[in-house]
Nanobody, 118 residues
């Protein structure tokens, strides 16, 4: 059973930055970040295969977010720049899946809240 612990959420004003961190108890091939805004379904944000390049859910995310994986530490970081109110959501770290298809992920963290005010 892989355990995931997230940190780094918080409240910022539009245009600000936050970095989310996720620590996994053991190595998994794929890790990613997903988010769920109030009243909306959970969606993929970014994911990465060990040793590979990150993939992002949209051009808007790709232009503002940076996903980095530290393989030896089984850690995943999401640097979010130029945050917008629409980025407000609970962000979840996930592992053991495939790309941005959340239905394939076995392991999930508890989530960390990101709130962006205008």
């Amino acid at each position: 059973q892989v355990q995931l612990v997230e940190s780094g959420g918080g409240s910022v004003q539009a245009g600000g930055s936050l970095m989310l961190s996720c620590s996994a108890s053991e190595f998994t091939l794929y890790m990613g970040w997903f988010r769920q805004a109030p009243g909306k379904e959970r969606e993929g944000v970014a994911a990465i295969r060990a040793g590979g390049d990150p993939i992002y859910s949209s051009d808007s995310v790709k232009e503002r977010f940076i996903l980095v994986q530290d393989d030896p530490k089984s850690a995943l970081y999401l640097l979010m720049n130029n945050l917008k109110p629409e980025d407000t959501a609970m962000y979840y770290c996930a592992a053991g899946g495939d790309g941005l298809d959340q239905s394939t992920y076995f392991y999930w963290g508890q989530g960390t809240q990101v709130t962006v005010s205008s």
